[in-house]
């Protein structure tokens, strides 16, 4: 079993930056890629970025590449997103992921474990 807990979400105004934190407990965590996710309001659960359970490969959506870093420490079991020039587009609950293999994967399909969430709103 794996927990994992979200952290770092907040109001903040377009062009603004935030960085989530992703704290992980339970399993090996320098063995599992790891995901962030996002749902906005009526909206599907979306793919944000991944990264393997190295830190060596990354991916990410079109929506946010250049603009949001995924990275992880592997010594404090932990996972983040750095998310710069923020759009109210990107206004969702932005959830992180574990997953059992090591490489990147872009669906929620792939992945097991899941935190409970961080609200982001970004203001216009």
């Known amino acids: 079993q794996v927990q994992l807990v979200e952290s770092g979400g907040g109001l903040v105004q377009a062009g603004g930056s935030l960085r989530l934190s992703c704290a992980a407990s339970?399993?090996?965590?320098?063995?599992?890629?790891m995901g962030w996710f996002r749902q906005a309001p009526g909206k599907e659960r979306e793919f944000v970025a991944a990264?393997?359970?190295?830190?060596?490969?990354?991916a990410y959506a079109d929506s946010v590449k250049g603009r949001f870093t995924i990275s992880r420490d592997n010594a404090k079991n932990t996972v983040y997103l750095q998310m710069n020039s923020l759009k109210s587009e990107d206004t969702a609950v932005y959830y992180c992921?574990?997953?059992?293999?090591?490489?990147?994967?872009?669906?929620?399909?792939?992945?097991?474990?899941w935190g409970q969430g961080t609200q982001v709103t970004v203001s216009s």
């Open positions: 992921a574990a997953r059992s293999g090591r490489g990147t994967r872009t669906s929620s399909d792939e992945y097991d474990f």
């Open positions: 339970g399993r090996s965590f320098s063995s599992s890629a």
């Open positions: 990264i393997s359970a190295t830190g060596a490969y990354t």
